[in-house]
């Protein structure tokens, strides 16, 4: 590869490509030919004897930059060489070459003080290398520099590999010269259009080696617009807001670029943060199809029964949901989903709707008076009254045809829990002066504060407490007296 010398005027990678002076080579062959004028007019005026004391001067120049005099041009070759085998060693690969960009215009004069030390100096410190290489541009305006076209190419490439799979570009630049149709299955996707929002072309150019960026870094810079993160360090009494704002970002874009935060998260002296502001010098835009499975709710529909106590509720068919394949157009600029458009929709499972009868019938808290046996049958075991040395405070009830037990009158729960001796015991108030108590039992269905009308089941006949086997302990209160049971059942 061809490398050429020009003056060192700006190191950073992070700048836009140098534009070369027009105009340089004609000035430089410009002041050529006055000093040659000026020469050739002084030694034709000078006399015979003076001939011999004519000496010569070397002028420096770099491209349209006059750098100085020196009195032996030999020693501005050896700089060239030394920063020839400098570049050589730096580069290995490039060519180096000085003689475009450094021009030598020799002078014969009378008398004359060059300036070697500084003129070699300046010409050491300002000479570059300079190679052949492709310049990227983006809307006109030259952004980097590459190696070669390959790797334009491939930066190209490798940007959108960013946010494209690479298994879905290949088949999407395949697909572009293929007429075949692509059947999309669930969760897949497919590429239908990928392309630079900007202008972006290259062009044949100069550059320095050291600015010259490998694909990797060309796509580093392009995302970011720098090719180094910026690190804020947390010092005493900085919140993420607060850092925020002081480096124009929001607090949520603060979080995006720092995955390990969040708005709680407890910040350290030392830590560092990122605050890189990322601009895209290059948006890529991905259109693609996408074909997603999804859930169809399903309807409820909730009937009133006025034959059904209020707070009842009966499951007439149970809901299930469907599934539907519902094809998406997306568009998405680095990676961000700006637009999202159905493009069809099939039904593969149709919902099934949920049924649910509810009672209306209002259910009085107040007692009808009249009490109905509280278990399905049996007979008393064990009557009111006196027993093995105490007082019974009820009758027991045993052998039903079923374990059910049943309020013996419409009312509200007062009690529903253990209590001792009783067991599993639940107290009803009637309302009405009455209460019933309900002992011994196995499983409690009813809650404090829960209205239940006359033949609700309200539990299951147990054993617990102090008992010597299944049955119901019922007892009656009136007017907070214990009455005998058998004087108000029917």
Not at 451 to 457: A, D, S
Not at 468 to 489: D, Q, R
């Amino acid at each position: 590869m061809k490398t050429k010398w020009k003056i060192g005027r700006l190191n950073s990678q992070n700048v836009s490509l140098l534009e070369q002076h027009k105009y340089g080579t004609l000035i430089k062959a410009f002041v050529a030919t006055v000093i040659l004028s000026t020469v050739t007019f002084n030694l034709a005026f000078a006399n015979e004897g003076d001939i011999d004391s004519v000496d010569k001067i070397y002028h420096v120049y770099l491209e349209d930059e006059y750098i100085g005099s020196v009195s032996d041009e030999k020693k501005v070759k050896e700089v060239i060489k030394e920063k020839e085998k400098e570049a050589s060693a730096n580069y290995p690969g490039y060519e180096v070459d000085a003689d475009e960009l450094v021009t030598i215009v020799p002078e014969q004069v009378f008398s004359y003080e060059t300036t070697d030390s500084d003129t070699l100096k300046t010409l050491k410190k300002q000479l570059e290398v300079q190679t052949d290489a492709y310049a990227l541009y983006v809307n006109g305006e030259p952004v980097l520099y590459l190696k070669n076209k390959e790797d334009y190419e491939e930066t190209l490439k490798k940007l959108k590999l960013q946010y494209v799979p690479e298994e879905k570009l290949k088949k999407f630049e395949q697909s572009k010269n293929s007429e075949a149709q692509q059947n999309l299955k669930e969760n897949d996707m497919k590429i239908v259009d990928v392309v630079l929002s900007e202008d972006v072309s290259v062009k044949e150019a100069k550059a320095n080696p050291a600015n010259i960026l490998t694909p990797d870094e060309a796509v580093k810079f392009i995302k970011t617009g720098s090719l180094e993160k910026q690190v804020y360090i947390v010092k005493k009494g900085d919140v993420l807001g607060k850092i925020a704002k002081e480096h124009g970002l929001t607090t949520k874009e603060l979080l995006a670029l720092n995955p390990g935060l969040s708005v709680d998260s407890l910040l350290q002296i030392g830590q560092e943060i990122n605050v890189t502001v990322e601009k895209p010098l290059i948006n890529v835009k991905v259109v693609y199809e996408t074909v997603k499975s999804e859930t169809i709710d399903f309807e409820k529909e909730i009937r009133k029964d006025a034959s059904m106590f209020k707070g009842e509720k009966v499951i007439v068919q149970k809901g299930s949901p469907g599934k539907k394949e519902v094809s998406y157009l997306v568009t998405a600029v680095n990676g961000q989903v700006v637009n999202k458009t159905v493009t069809n929709e099939k039904v593969l499972v149709q919902p099934t709707k949920h049924i649910e009868k509810v009672g209306t019938k209002v259910i009085s808290s107040r007692g009808t008076g009249k009490f109905v046996w509280p278990t399905s049958g049996g007979y008393i075991s064990s009557g009111m009254g006196s027993r093995w040395g105490s007082f019974h405070r009820g009758i027991d009830i045993a052998r039903p045809s079923n374990y059910n037990i049943k309020a013996s009158d419409n009312g509200v729960v007062v009690f529903a829990g253990w209590d001792g001796s009783y067991g599993n015991k639940i107290v009803i108030n009637h309302n009405n002066g009455y209460q019933t108590l309900y002992g011994h039992l196995s499983q409690i269905k009813v809650s404090v504060g829960q209205v239940v009308p006359q033949g609700t089941v309200i539990g299951i006949m147990g054993s617990t407490g102090n008992s010597t086997g299944v049955h119901l302990h019922f007892e009656v209160t009136k007017n907070g007296l214990l009455i005998n049971p058998l004087s108000v059942l029917n």
